[in-house]
C-alpha cells in the first residue's frame, strides 16, 4: 500500500483536493494522510479544519504555521515556522510521497521540507501563470522545482513544464480537480440557499470574493473599497467572503466591516461555496473559482484587477480594473447582454471535463518509486 500525505493550508484549496482525496482513498494500492496546516487552524478563518473532520479524511498531522498580521513579512516568517513544523511531521510519518496544490507557502514548505527527507514530491497546478501575483508566481514555479511529479490542469501549462526542463514522464495533463467537485458533488437547491442566507429565490444575486494582490498589498485596502462601492450601488443581494490570509487581507476585512447595507452579507468561510457559485448571477472579485469551476458552471466571473492575469481563461469572465462604475456596468452586462450569456451557455471551460481526481490517483499509485523518480535533471544539463 502506497501512503500518500497530502498537504492542505486553505478553505478553498481544500475545496479543490476532496475528490482527490476521495479517489485516493478509493484507489486499492493507496492510502490517504491529510496534513493540515494554515488558516484551516485558525478560529479567525472559520477553523475549516472541522470540514476535513466531518469529511472523514484522515488527518495524519497538524502544523500550526499561520503568524498574526497581513504583513509580507509575516507570510515570510510563517513559511519559516512552516518549514521547521513540516521537517518534523514528514520526519515522524515517512510517507511515500507527498501531494501539495498551487502556489502558497504551506505546500513550498512541505516540498522543501520532503526533498530534503527523500521524500517524492506531486505537484497539481502546476505551470501555470498569473502574473498580476508576483509571489504566487515565483512560489509556484518554486514548488515545480522541488517537485518530482506535475499533474498540470491543462496542455498549456504541461508545455511550460516540460519548456523549463521537466522530463515528459514527469508530466501529466489530469485537468482541474476543482472541477470535479464543482460538477460532480450533490449541490443545494436555489430556494435552500435562498432560505439559509434570507435571499429572494426569483431575484439574481450576486456571489464576492475578493484576495488581495501581493505585489499591491499596501493598495488592498483601497482596492476593496471600490469592490464594496460597487456592490453598495448595484443593491443586489450578496454573499461575501472573507479573503485569504495574504499581506493585505486584514486592510480588506476592516473595509468590509465598515459596511452594513443590508443585502450583503459577509462570511468568514463557506461551506455552500459551489453551490452559490452555481446559482450565483455573477461572481464578483478574483478568485480563481472564476476562472476554472465557474465556466462549468455556467456562471459570469467579473474578474478585478490583475491578480488572475496571464491565466487561461473561458468565455465567461469580464476582466475589469479596481473601479467602482466599471465593476457597475460590468455586472450589468453579466445580466443584461445577452450575447455574454449565449457565450457563457457554451460552458467551455480549458481546465478539463471534471474527472481528474481518477487521473491523479492512477498516476500516483503506477509510477515507479525509485532512484529515477528522485534524481531530478537540471534544466541546463
Known sequence: MRRILAVTGTRAEYGILRPVFRAIQAHPALELGVLVTGMHLSPEFGLTVREIEED???????VDMLLSGDTGGAMAKSLGVGLIGMAQALEALRPDMALVLGDRGEPLAAAIAAVHLNIPVAHLHGGEVTCGGMVDDAVRWAITSFAHLHLAATEASAERLLRQGEDPWRVRVVGAPGLDAALQTPLRSRRELADRYGMDPDRPWLLAVQHPVTAEAERAGEQMVETMEA???????????????????????EVIRRYSEPHIRAFPSLRDYLSLLKEAAALVGNSSSGIIEAPSLGTPAINIGARQAGRERGDNVIDVGHDRNAIVAAVRRALEDEEFRRLVSRRRNPYGDGRAAPRVAGFLADVPLDDRLLRKGLVWQ
Do not use: E, Y
Open 231 to 253: 456592490l453598495a450601488a448595484l443593491g443586489l443581494p450578496t454573499v461575501l467572503v472573507h479573503p485569504n490570509a495574504d499581506a493585505g487581507s486584514g486592510a480588506m476585512v
Open 56 to 62: 472523514g479524511f484522515p488527518i495524519a498531522a497538524r
